[in-house]
């Protein structure tokens, strides 16, 4: 199962790259994340995922690492085999994002393919969305400046 992504985030690329490649903030903007963190900072991580009623802990490992042009991972401990490529690519003051991501499905899930794929896919353009939302809206005002936002808003 494969599938592509492409966004263009009003920010500077070393901004986009910064925040996308530092794995704590991924719950942040990725709505099956409950978790994440290093094992071993820039080479290892874990997340615990929430995904099609089920809840996994997956390991991770980065594969490639350029500064502001290239992130790739792959899981090494997960129910799931996948590998994602991010490349960044600067477009005048903004930053180009392309997504590319493999995985293998196994057991029940690939009898499922199909509607794990399409799924998936919704699910990381509703992520990719909401980064684009929350980095644009980071280049307007910076956190410490903005006031305390109620439940309610």
Do not use: C
């Amino acid at each position: 199962m494969e599938f592509d992504l492409e966004v263009t985030i009003d920010r500077p690329v070393a901004a986009v790259f910064a925040y996308v490649t530092d794995v704590r903030k991924v719950p942040e903007w990725q709505e099956s994340a409950e978790s994440a963190e290093w094992i071993e900072q820039g080479r290892r991580f874990r997340e615990r995922r929430h995904f099609m009623g089920r809840t996994a802990e997956l390991e991770l490992e980065v594969t490639a690492l350029e500064a502001d042009r290239r992130f790739d991972v792959r899981t090494v401990n997960a129910p799931v085999t996948f590998a994602i490529r991010h490349s960044f690519e600067a477009v005048e003051a903004a930053t180009r994002l392309r997504v590319h991501g493999d995985a293998k499905l196994g057991g029940a899930l690939r009898v499922a393919a199909g509607m794990a794929k399409r799924q998936a896919e919704r699910q990381f353009r509703r992520d990719f969305d909401r980064l684009k939302e929350m980095l644009e809206r980071r280049d307007e005002e910076s956190p410490s400046d903005r006031p305390p936002r109620l439940a309610a808003e």
